[in-house]
């Protein structure tokens, strides 16, 4: 019990930047306005310079980041299959709907909430793991997510309607330019000009990210689809990460490399679900739902998370 408090306390302080964004906005400190121009700055300069920064200091040519990113990619895939085929069978449900709860299943907030809890929690020197994880969660969901909307929405089987989108998505872009220098082994006082102020600008990604994320959450609860939005908060913050355990026990994955896994997956869903679900008109309502209800939950699920796997 005395270890769960001390995780409690760890994961507390984090999440308590996003109920201050909530109340801000539930006082009217801050208004809809504030909130959009934060998570623009959020979005396209702050995260995309923690990213680049964060991929810039690791050694992508270490075999393990790359066995780490390798074996996540493989139990993910292994969850999403399950979880497509699951819903391909389900005739009632309409593409729309389908497209939501695979997206939600999958896509977690991984870079606002997992990077900062995660390395937090585990310490710096399995930061490279943790972003190895991430990497894989987040550019996989962004994916199938797509993907999925395309096969049971669009129905266009014309990928490069969304490529574009992908290709300049800020984070897909930072991913690639962070690893590209760490590969390109640039080091040198010099690159200080450079490096720095993307390091200062990083800084202030995770207490506003988090605090735009209260923000957003505030007055977008909705009584339709209870029952459901719970059943997929369930499915993302529970089994998934559940999932991910049993199937990386059958591989000859590092003990390491399974920790940072399942934690990450533990993460909630993240808010880029409902700009997907505004764009392609998927059901906006459930979407919004289930981020709102796996955020406030997952205070507790990712306390026990971690103390099972410390």
């Known amino acids: 019990m005395s270890q769960f408090i001390s995780v409690l306390g760890i994961v507390l302080p984090i999440f308590a930047l996003v ?10 400190l801050c208004t809809d306005e504030w909130v959009d121009v934060l998570n623009k700055f959020v979005y396209y300069v702050s995260l995309p310079a923690v990213i680049i920064v964060s991929f810039w200091d690791i050694q992508w040519r270490s075999i393990e980041i790359w066995t780490a990113v390798g074996w996540n990619a493989v139990a993910y895939l292994a969850f999403a299959v399950l ?13 729309a709907t389908k497209s939501a709860m695979f997206m939600v299943s999958l896509v977690g907030n991984t870079v ?22 991430g990497t894989a969660h987040l550019v996989l969901g962004l ?56 390091a200062m600008l990083g800084g ?22 209870i029952t459901r939005s ?10 998934f990460p559940l999932f991910l355990w049993l199937f990386m026990l059958l591989l ?16 909630p869903v993240a808010v880029t679900c409902f700009v997907i679900a505004k764009k ?11 981020i709102l209800l796996s955020t406030a939950i997952s205070v507790i699920t990712i306390s026990i998370f971690l103390t099972v796997m410390r």
Do not use: C
């Open 252 to 267: 000859p994955a590092d003990r390491n490399i399974v920790q940072v896994s399942v934690l990450t997956g533990t993460m």
């Open 112 to 133: 606002y909430l997992g990077f900062p809890i995660l390395i937090h929690a585990l310490g710096t020197a399995k930061a490279s793991y943790v972003i190895a994880s």
């Open 204 to 225: 202030t990604a995770t207490p506003l990210a988090l605090f735009t994320l209260g923000g957003f959450l505030h007055g977008k609860f909705l009584r339709q689809h």
């Open 83 to 95: 979880v497509f085929l699951s819903l391909q069978s389900l005739k009632h449900l309409s593409g």
């Open 280 to 290: 392609f008109k998927l059901d906006e309502a459930f979407v919004t739902n289930v």
């Open 230 to 239: 719970l059943v997929w908060t369930g499915i993302k913050i529970l089994a």
């Open 143 to 198: 994916v199938l997510s797509i993907l999925a909307v395309d096969f049971w929405v669009v129905k266009s089987k014309k990928l490069s309607l969304y490529r574009d989108d992908l290709i300049k998505n800020p984070f897909t872009l930072s991913v690639v330019a962070g690893i590209l220098l760490s590969l390109i082994g640039l080091r040198g006082p010099l690159l200080n000009v450079i490096h720095t102020p993307l």
């Open 19 to 28: 109920y201050i964004g909530y109340y801000f906005r539930r006082l009217k």
